[in-house]
C-alpha cells in the first residue's frame, strides 16, 4: 500500500533498550569491530572537525555549515507492578519506560491511546502488554494489528511471538493474514489467533467476509483492540482510503456488539490527537512523553559549494545553469561518506536523488581511492528492489560490522534489524523532520554515541534548511495531514460498505455523517448500484452492483482510471499509477527512476479494461520534465479570512484543467537541454478539487512596480525568448516582473509547505495570474490546489497554515544565498514546473509576500 | 394501450410510498426511487431484446457469438456500445434483426410473439406517425441511445439526461405504457423515472459513460436479455459468452478454444463426438483434461450428468434447501424453502417470516430439521457459498441457541461436489440452477421471475411496512408466488440430484477423469 521506499519503523526488540535498571544505561559493551579494534566513541565527533577536514579532504571548501552536539539523556522508568497486574508484571523481567507505563494507564482507563515517541522508543511494548493484559483477563480475547507494510508485518509477528509466548509464557496465538498467506493457514488464522497481523489494503479486501465464515465472527466477536501501528505513514491518497476501512471496520464492529479500543503508534507528529481522530474516527488521549534513553550524538550540516563566478544571470535556461554552478550532492555525500569510512567510521549513506544507490556506491569507493589517505573501502548498495537474500546479506554484514559503508534508499529507514552503524550520511534532506531523525536514529541506537552529516540537496526545502538549522533541532514537529472530505473516494467506500452490510441511519455515525450518507445512498440508488427500494429508515439498503466493489477500490488514486506499469525488456515491481501523475510523469518518452533502475515510457494505452503504461530499462544521463498549461474554473468559496485593506485567503473547491502538453529532455550531469520540447500525446485532465488563493488589491500591479523601480532602484526584466512564445506568460517588462514575484511567491509557498506538514509536495500544484474572473478575485492572485481529484487535504492545511509558511517564504526568498533575480532551485525554482521557472522574480515576490503578511498581522479579525 | 393500468398504480404507490420524484431547479427530471416490481402476468409471453455490445463481437469467436445468439433466444438484438457498429456485421449470421439505435435514416421495427413490439430511434427522426399506428395491448418496447447517465459525487446526485427531448419525441401512450430500452445506460440497471407525462420504465442493456466508482466491473457491457410484459413488467437476465460454445465447456479457456478450433473442433457436438486421445494429440491438453473435456461436452449435447470422478454423494435421504434473502449480501433469510422427498412427489415446506422482525420461522425451520428430518444430510446448490453460511449468519444473530444444532448437520453442495471437486460435468449453459435443471429437462411452474425480482419485491414489502403508521394496512405481496417460486427452486435441485446419483450409479470406468481445477463458486448463483 504505501510504496516500501517512504517509510519507516522501529522494530528491532534486541536494540530497543528496554532497560534493567533505573539508571537507563543498558550496559551494552562497545561493539566490536571485525578488526578487532573498538570504535572510537568520542572520535566520531572529531572525524569531521575542521582540523581534520582542512588537513584531509582534498577539495575542503568550509562545507560544514553548522554542527550541533546533542547531549544523550538516561531513561525514565516505572516498575512494571504500579502498571500491571501483578500476574503479568511478574512475568516481565525489566521496569517500563514512563511512557509506556503512561499508554498502558491511559488503556487500562478505557482510552483510545496514541503514543507518539521516537524510533526504537518501545512502542510495540505498549500493545503487546495490552494484548497480554486482555489475554489473561479472557483467553478468548482478541487483537487485529495493521501495519503498513508486509514486510514490516512479518517482522512485528516474530516480535509478538517473542514477547507474548517466549518471555512472558502466554499461550497467545499469533498470525500473519495477507496475501503471502496460504489457504489453510487463513483457515486456521480464522478459526484460532488471538491476533491478527494484516495492512489496511488487506483488510479492505477481508472485511466483506465477516458473516460468510464462523472464524471471523469469532474474532470480531471476540476483538478488545485495534493496534493501527505507524500511523503517521496514512496520509494522503492512502491516508483517506485507511481511514475509510477503518471506518467501516468500527461499523461492522459495532453490529458485533464489539467496541475495541484502538491503539495508534505513530512517529513524532505535530497533531497526534488530531491525525488519529481523523483516521479512525474516534477520540484519542495522548501519550508524547518519550521516556526511553539517548546516547550523546552529533548532527553536521555539510553545503555543497557553488562555483558563484560560473553563474550567469541572464541565462535562458537558469536550472541548467545553477546545475553546472553547483557541486551535485551525490558526490558531495560520497566524499564525505568515504572519508567517514576511510577512519574506522561504518556508515550509512541514505540516497534519495535521481542518482542510485549503485551509482553512489561506486563513488564512495572512487572518492576513497582519491583521498589523501587513500585506500579501499568495502561498500555495498542497498534498495527495496534486489532480492530477498541480497537484503539480508547486507544487513547481516552490517550486523557484524564486515561492510564499512552501505548506500541505501529510505528503505533502511525502516525498523529493518541491522544492529547500529557508527555514523549516517544524508544525501539531501529526505523531506520531513521525522524521516530525518528516523534516519539520524540508525546510528547509535540505544545509548552508544552517534554522528549524523546532512548533504544539502538542491531545492528550496533543503536550503532553507541549511540556512536555519534551528529548524531542525527545535521541538516543534510537521502535522500529519488526512483527509474524508473527498466525496468520489468515500462514494467507492459507502458501496464497499453496503456490500458488507445493507446500510442504515444508524451508520450514519461511521459512514460520513446524517447528510453525507443520506444525499449518496440516494445518488448510487439512482445509478443502480444499490436497491431502489431499499430505506435507510427501514430495513435497510442492499448492494446491487457488481460483486466485491472492495476489490476494485485502489489505495494509490480516487478513484480515476489507474494505470499498471508493465515493462518490455525485463520486471518491474511498480504500484500502480493514478491518472493525475501518469499524465505528468509518465507520459510517452518519459524517464523515470525507480528502484535504482531507469525506464523510460514507450507506451500508454488508456483503452481497455485495464490501461497501461509500458515502460522499458534504460541507461541514460538524462531525465524529462514536463510543461503544462493550467485554467482554474468553478470556483466556490468554503472559507475566507478577510485579510486587511484590499487582500483575502480563500479556501474552496473549483475545477483545475491542466494539459501536460509538452516535455524537455534535460542531461542530469549539467541540466542542459538536450531534446524537445516534444509533445506528450497527453490529453487534458480535469480535477475536481480543493484550491486555496490570495486575492490581492487591483492596482496590486502598479503600486509594486513603483516601489520596486522607485525606493528599491530595481530594473525591471526582459522576458526571455521562450516567455515571448507561450500566451501566458505576459509581455510586456512590468507585468512579465510582477508575474515573476506572484510565481515566486507560488513556488516559496508550495516548496516550504513540508516544513511545517507532512504532505508530498508533488501532489500540489499552483497557478499565479495577473487576473481571474471570479468574483473574489478583483486584482492578481496566486492558486494553491490539491494536484488529486477530489483533493486529499493539502491546500486544506496550507490554507490553516497560511501565515506560518507565508512568513518562512519571505525570509527564504530574502535570505536565499543565491542573489538571482530569477531565484535558483534552492529558492523559487522548482523541477515540477509546467513554465520552465519562467517567469521568476525574487524581488518582486518579496514585495508582494510584505504585503500579503503586513495584511495578515493588521486583519481585521486579529487573526494576524 | 394496454389499458395502463399497471404502470398507473406503480405511479401511484411510489407517492403513496413517500418517494416522490424530485425536479431539480434548472427542470430536468431526477430518477426516482421506484417501487415495488411489477410482476409478469402469470403465462404472458414476452418480448425478448437482446443487447449485445461491439466490444463484445470484437473479443470473441463468431461461433462463440452465433452459440451466445442461440442461447439468448432473442426476438431482436440489439446494438450496443461501446463500438456498436460493429455489432451489425453479425447481420447475416444470426436470425433475428440486429437493430442499431441512433442510426439509419427512418426508425427500425421489428415484432415478437403476442403482437409485441419494439422500436428502434434513430438519431432525430420524427417517429410520432409510426407509433401513433402502432396500438394494442401487446408488449413494446423502445429502443434508444437518447439518454444518458450522470453521476456526480460532488453534488450527490444521478441524473438521466435528455429526457426532456425523449419525451417530446414519443407520443404519450408509449410513454408510460412502454418499456425503454437504452443502449446508453449499464446492462441490467433498471429504473423508473417519473416527469409531467407519467412515469418511464426504463432498463439498460449497454454501457454508461457515468463514472460509477467501485460498483462496477465491466466496461465491455455485459451482453443481456430483457423480457417485456404486456403489463409493462421487465425482467432482465445476463448471458455470460464465456458460457456457450467451446468456452461453455468446463476446463476450456480462449487458448483451448482456439486451439481446439484449429484442431477442427468448432462445436461443442464436434467434441462430444470426439476421442480423448485426439483431443490430447492437439497439445495444450493433458490426457486426462482431453477426457474430461469431452465428457463435460457429453453432459453439454446429451443433456445430462457424466460422471468425472468418484466421490460418493451422502448417504441417506436429502433434505433439499432454498433461502431467499434481501439480496446478495444477505442481512435476512425471510423464507426457507425445503423439499422432503422426489422432484415430483416431494413435499415442499415453506418456512417464511411473518414480518419484518419475526424470526419464528427460523425456528420452525430448524425444529423440523432437528425434529423430523432428524440425521438426514441437507442439501443447496451453492450452499457452501451462500445458502449455508446466510442460514449460520441468521442463527448466531436470531436463535443462538440454535446454532451448534445447524453446525452439526450434514451440509452438501452438489454444485461444489460436481464442478470443483470434479465429480461431474454439467449440462447446462451455465452453472445456474435454472439453467442445469432446465437442461436436464425440468419446466418451471412460476414464468418471470428470478431471485433478484424476489428479493425486490420482499425489499419493497419490509420497507413499506417499517416505514407505515400501520403496518397491518401494507399490501403483501404475493407471497403464494414468491413461495411457489422458491418451490421450483427446490424441486429443480432435486432433479439435478436425481440425475447425478442416476450418473454415478452408471459405468464410469472409460469417463473417469480427475480434474479438481479449484474454480470457486460463482456468487452470481443465489435464490
Avoid at chain 1, 514512563?98 to 511494548?125: F, I, M, R
Avoid at chain 1, 474516534?282 to 550524538?297: L, N, Q
Wanted: aromatic residues 6%; negative net charge; glycine residues 10%.
Amino acid at each position: 500500500m504505501t510504496h516500501p521506499d517512504s517509510s519507516d519503523h522501529d522494530t528491532d526488540s534486541s536494540t530497543t533498550g528496554q532497560t534493567a535498571t533505573t539508571d537507563g544505561h543498558d550496559g551494552q559493551e562497545p561493539r566490536r569491530r571485525a578488526d578487532g579494534g573498538v570504535a572510537d566513541r568520542s572520535g566520531t565527533r572529531r572525524v569531521l572537525s575542521e582540523a581534520v577536514l582542512r588537513d584531509s579532504l582534498p577539495d575542503y571548501r568550509g562545507q560544514v555549515c553548522h554542527s550541533r552536539h546533542l547531549p544523550g539523556e538516561p531513561a525514565s522508568t516505572v516498575p512494571a507492578d504500579e502498571v500491571l497486574c501483578d500476574s503479568l508484571a511478574g512475568r516481565l523481567e525489566t521496569e517500563l519506560f514512563s511512557h509506556q507505563a503512561a499508554a498502558l494507564d491511559s488503556l487500562a482507563g478505557g482510552e483510545n491511546t496514541v503514543v507518539t515517541t521516537s524510533t526504537s522508543s518501545g512502542k510495540t511494548w505498549v500493545y503487546a502488554l495490552q494484548i497480554a493484559r486482555n489475554y489473561l483477563a479472557d483467553p478468548d480475547s482478541t487483537a487485529l494489528c495493521l501495519y503498513p507494510m508486509k514486510a514490516l508485518t512479518r517482522d512485528q509477528e516474530n516480535e509478538l511471538n517473542t514477547k507474548l509466548r517466549q518471555d512472558w509464557g502466554l499461550d497467545v496465538s499469533v498470525g500473519v493474514y495477507d496475501g503471502d498467506t496460504d489457504a489453510e493457514r487463513k483457515r486456521r488464522i480464522r478459526e484460532t489467533a488471538n491476533v491478527v497481523l494484516t495492512n489496511p489494503a488487506g483488510l479492505n479486501v477481508y472485511l466483506p467476509r465477516h458473516n460468510k465464515d464462523s472464524g471471523w465472527h469469532r474474532f470480531y466477536h471476540n476483538l478488545d483492540l485495534v493496534v493501527v501501528d505507524e500511523g503517521h505513514e496514512y496520509s494522503g491518497v492512502a491516508g483517506t482510503h485507511v481511514a475509510w476501512i477503518l471506518r467501516r471496520l468500527r461499523r461492522i464492529l459495532a453490529y458485533y456488539d464489539a467496541a475495541p479500543q484502538f491503539v495508534l503508534t505513530t512517529a513524532t507528529i505535530g497533531n497526534p490527537a488530531r491525525h488519529a481522530a481523523r483516521l479512525t474516527g474516534a477520540e484519542f488521549t495522548v501519550v508524547d512523553e518519550d521516556g526511553s534513553p539517548r546516547g550523546d550524538r552529533d548532527v553536521v550540516l555539510w553545503e555543497p559549494p557553488v562555483d558563484r563566478s560560473a553563474l550567469d544571470e541572464a541565462a535562458e535556461d537558469p536550472l541548467a545553469d545553477f546545475e553546472q554552478a553547483r557541486r551535485s550532492t551525490g558526490s558531495e555525500a560520497a566524499s564525505v561518506t568515504a572519508h567517514l569510512a576511510l577512519r574506522d567510521t561504518q556508515t550509512l549513506q541514505f540516497c534519495r536523488a535521481r542518482q542510485g544507490t549503485e551509482i553512489a556506491a561506486r563513488q564512495v569507493v572512487a572518492a576513497a581511492r582519491d583521498h589523501p589517505e587513500g585506500g579501499y573501502v568495502d561498500v555495498e548498495p542497498y534498495h527495496a528492489g534486489l532480492g530477498t537474500q541480497t537484503r539480508r546479506a547486507v544487513e547481516n554484514r552490517l550486523k557484524g560490522a564486515s561492510v564499512d559503508a552501505v548506500a541505501s534508499t529510505n528503505a533502511l529507514e525502516l525498523g529493518i534489524d541491522i544492529g547500529s552503524v557508527d555514523a549516517t550520511v544524508a544525501a539531501s534532506y529526505p523531506g520531513t523532520k521525522q524521516s530525518f531523525w528516523q534516519q539520524v536514529g540508525r546510528a547509535g541506537r540505544g545509548t552508544s554515541d552517534a554522528l549524523s552529516v546532512l548533504v544539502g540537496g538542491q531545492d528550496a526545502m533543503d536550503a532553507y534548511i541549511l540556512d536555519n538549522p534551528d529548524y531542525l533541532f527545535d521541538d516543534g514537529v510537521e502535522d500529519a495531514v488526512v483527509s474524508v472530505e473527498n466525496d468520489r473516494v468515500y462514494a467507492d467506500h459507502l458501496l464497499a460498505a453496503a456490500a458488507e452490510r445493507p446500510l442504515s441511519a444508524a451508520d450514519a455515525p461511521y459512514l460520513g455523517g446524517e447528510r453525507r450518507l443520506r444525499e449518496t445512498t440516494e445518488m448510487w440508488q439512482d445509478a443502480g448500484l444499490l436497491e431502489s427500494v431499499g430505506d435507510l429508515d427501514a430495513g435497510g439498503v442492499t448492494y446491487t452492483g457488481d460483486a466485491r466493489p472492495q476489490a476494485r477500490i485502489s489505495m494509490y488514486g480516487t478513484g480515476g482510471t489507474e494505470f499498471r506499469v508493465v515493462c518490455r525488456n525485463g520486471e518491474i515491481d511498480h504500484d500502480p499509477v493514478a491518472e493525475e501523475r501518469a499524465y505528468r510523469d509518465y507520459h510517452e518518452g518519459a524517464l523515470f527512476l525507480h528502484a535504482g533502475q531507469q525506464y523510460e515510457v514507450v507506451e500508454v494505452d488508456e483503452t481497455g479494461r485495464r490501461p497501461t503504461i509500458a515502460v522499458r530499462r534504460t541507461q541514460t544521463d538524462e531525465y524529462t520534465q514536463t510543461q503544462s498549461t493550467k485554467r482554474i474554473t468553478d470556483l466556490a468559496v468554503e472559507a475566507h479570512r478577510s485579510l486587511a485593506g484590499d487582500y483575502d485567503l480563500y479556501f474552496g473547491t473549483g475545477t483545475v484543467r491542466i494539459t501536460y502538453d509538452a516535455y524537455l529532455v534535460r542531461e542530469v550531469s549539467t541540466g542542459e537541454i538536450v531534446g524537445g520540447p516534444h509533445p506528450t500525446g497527453a490529453p487534458p485532465l480535469d480535477l475536481r478539487t480543493e484550491l486555496l488563493w490570495v486575492a490581492l488589491p487591483p492596482d496590486h500591479l502598479q503600486t509594486t512596480i513603483d516601489r520596486l523601480t522607485g525606493e528599491l532602484d530595481e530594473e525591471l526584466l526582459t522576458p526571455t525568448t521562450r516567455a515571448s512564445t507561450d500566451r501566458a506568460v505576459p509581455a510586456a517588462e512590468d507585468r512579465y516582473t510582477y508575474g515573476g514575484g506572484l510565481h515566486a511567491a507560488e513556488h516559496g509557498v508550495i516548496q516550504l509547505a513540508p516544513l511545517e506538514l507532512m504532505i508530498d509536495n508533488a501532489d500540489v500544484g499552483g497557478l499565479s495570474t495577473l487576473g481571474h474572473d471570479h468574483e473574489t478575485v478583483p486584482g492578481p492572485t496566486w492558486f494553491v490546489h490539491d494536484g488529486i481529484d477530489g483533493g486529499v487535504g493539502f491546500a486544506k492545511a496550507i490554507y490553516e497554515q497560511f501565515d506560518t509558511l507565508a512568513a518562512r517564504t519571505r525570509e527564504h526568498i530574502t535570505d536565499c544565498s543565491c542573489d538571482r533575480r530569477r531565484g535558483c532551485p534552492l529558492c523559487v525554482m522548482s523541477e515540477h514546473c509546467g513554465n520552465n521557472n519562467d517567469p521568476l522574480d525574487r524581488a518582486a515576490g518579496r514585495l508582494i509576500l510584505d504585503d500579503v503578511l503586513a495584511a495578515v498581522e493588521s486583519a481585521p479579525d486579529g487573526s494576524g | 394501450m394496454n389499458g395502463g393500468a399497471a404502470p398507473d398504480d406503480a405511479a401511484g404507490r411510489d407517492g403513496a410510498a413517500g418517494a416522490a420524484s424530485r425536479a431539480r431547479s434548472d427542470g430536468t427530471a431526477e430518477v426516482a426511487r421506484s417501487s415495488r416490481p411489477d410482476l409478469p402476468p402469470p403465462g404472458g409471453a414476452p418480448v425478448r431484446v437482446f443487447g449485445l455490445s461491439g466490444a463484445v463481437v470484437r473479443r470473441h469467436h463468431p461461433d462463440t457469438l452465433g452459440a451466445l445468439v442461440d442461447a439468448a433466444d432473442p426476438d431482436v438484438v440489439v446494438a450496443a456500445p461501446p463500438e456498436s457498429t460493429v455489432v451489425s456485421s453479425l447481420g447475416h449470421d444470426v436470425d433475428p434483426p440486429v437493430l442499431t439505435p441512433g442510426r439509419g435514416v427512418a426508425p427500425a421495427v421489428a415484432s415478437g410473439p403476442d403482437d409485441g413490439v419494439v422500436v428502434s430511434l434513430t438519431a432525430d427522426d420524427d417517429t410520432e406517425a409510426l407509433l401513433d399506428a402502432t396500438g394494442g395491448t401487446a408488449p413494446r418496447c423502445v429502443v434508444s441511445d437518447a439518454l444518458s447517465l450522470s453521476v456526480d459525487p460532488y453534488e450527490r446526485s444521478t441524473a438521466v439526461e435528455g429526457l426532456a427531448d425523449y419525451r417530446e419525441r414519443l407520443p404519450d401512450p408509449w410513454h408510460a405504457a412502454a418499456a425503454h430500452v437504452v443502449t446508453t445506460l449499464r446492462a441490467g440497471h433498471e429504473t423508473t423515472v417519473t416527469g409531467p407525462t407519467g412515469p418511464l420504465s426504463l432498463v439498460g442493456v449497454g454501457t454508461t459513460t457515468a463514472r460509477l466508482g467501485a460498483g462496477v466491473d465491466s466496461r465491455v457491457g455485459d451482453p443481456t436479455v430483457v423480457s417485456v410484459y404486456s403489463n409493462g413488467a421487465v425482467t432482465t437476465e445476463p448471458v455470460d459468452p464465456e458460457s456457450v460454445g467451446l468456452r461453455g465447456v468446463r476446463d476450456v479457456g480462449p487458448a483451448r478454444a482456439e486451439t481446439l478450433r484449429e484442431g477442427g473442433y468448432t462445436t461443442v457436438g464436434d467434441l462430444a463426438q470426439a476421442r480423448a486421445p485426439d483431443i490430447a494429440d492437439l497439445g495444450g491438453f493433458g490426457r486426462s483434461t482431453a477426457r474430461s473435456i469431452r465428457a463435460a461436452a457429453r453432459a453439454v449435447t446429451d443433456r445430462t450428468v457424466v460422471s468425472t470422478g468418484d466421490g460418493a454423494l451422502p448417504r441417506g435421504d436429502p433434505v433439499f434447501v432454498d433461502v431467499e434473502t434481501d439480496g446478495l449480501e444477505a442481512s435476512t433469510a425471510w423464507l426457507v424453502g425445503v423439499l422432503d422427498g422426489g422432484p415430483e412427489d416431494g413435499r415442499y415446506l415453506a418456512f417464511r417470516q411473518r414480518d419484518p422482525d419475526d424470526t419464528s420461522h427460523l425456528e420452525g425451520f430448524l425444529t423440523w430439521l432437528t425434529g423430523s428430518a432428524a440425521g438426514r444430510p441437507v442439501v443447496a446448490w451453492n450452499g457452501y457459498q451462500f445458502d449455508f453460511p446466510v442460514i449460520a449468519d441468521q442463527l448466531r444473530q436470531h436463535c443462538p441457541d440454535r446454532h451448534q444444532a445447524w453446525a452439526d448437520t450434514y451440509q452438501f453442495d452438489p454444485l461444489y461436489w460436481a464442478r470443483d471437486q470434479g465429480n461431474a460435468a454439467l449440462p447446462g449453459r451455465s452453472n445456474r440452477l435454472e439453467a442445469v435443471a432446465g437442461a436436464l429437462g425440468w419446466e418451471p411452474a412460476t414464468a418471470g421471475l428470478d431471485g433478484q425480482t424476489v428479493a425486490e419485491v420482499y425489499v419493497a414489502w419490509r420497507t413499506a411496512v417499517e416505514r407505515a403508521a400501520d403496518p397491518a394496512a401494507v399490501d403483501p405481496p404475493a407471497w403464494r408466488r414468491l413461495e411457489r417460486y422458491c418451490e421450483d427452486d427446490v424441486r429443480a435441485l432435486a432433479t439435478i440430484y436425481d440425475e447425478l446419483r442416476a450418473a454415478a450409479g452408471r459405468d464410469t470406468a472409460a469417463e473417469t477423469a480427475q480434474s479438481g481445477n479449484g474454480r470457486q463458486g460463482s456468487l452470481s448463483d443465489f435464490g
